[in-house]
């Protein structure tokens, strides 16, 4: 069973940053293309950011040059770096396979862009 575990939210202000990170519970990184994800309250779960086994990356419009995706294979990690946050932004941030394994959620990590 896989299982992803998000870190690095918290609070912050307008226009500071964040960076995320999502490990798995085993080595299968490298088999999945790995999406970020987000559910702000009252929303449903939205794709933010997806990144392939090769490196390719997508951005859903509302992030496009404010967020960058990366992984690290050997690491069997993947980051969302967050610059510029807006109010708009707050929500809980999971990862997960793209598309999703379902089953595989975490807890997520809240963001919360307040001043």
């Known amino acids: 069973q896989v299982q992803f575990v998000e870190s690095g939210g918290g609070l912050v202000q307008p226009g500071g940053s964040l960076r995320l990170s999502c490990a798995a519970s085993?080595?299968?990184?490298?088999?999945?293309?790995m999406g970020w994800y987000r559910q702000a309250p009252g929303e449903q779960r939205e794709l933010v950011a997806s990144?392939?086994?090769?490196?390719?990356?997508n951005y859903a419009d509302s992030v496009k040059g404010q967020f960058t995706i990366s992984r690290d294979n050997a690491k069997n990690t993947v980051y969302l770096q967050m610059n510029s946050l807006k109010p708009e932004d707050t929500a809980v941030y999971y990862c997960?396979?793209?598309?999703?394994?379902?089953?595989?959620w975490g807890q997520g990590t809240q963001v919360t862009v307040s001043s």
């Open positions: 997960n396979a793209r598309p999703p394994l379902e089953g595989a």
């Open positions: 085993r080595s299968i990184f490298r088999r999945y293309n």
């Open positions: 990144i392939t086994t090769g490196g390719n990356t």
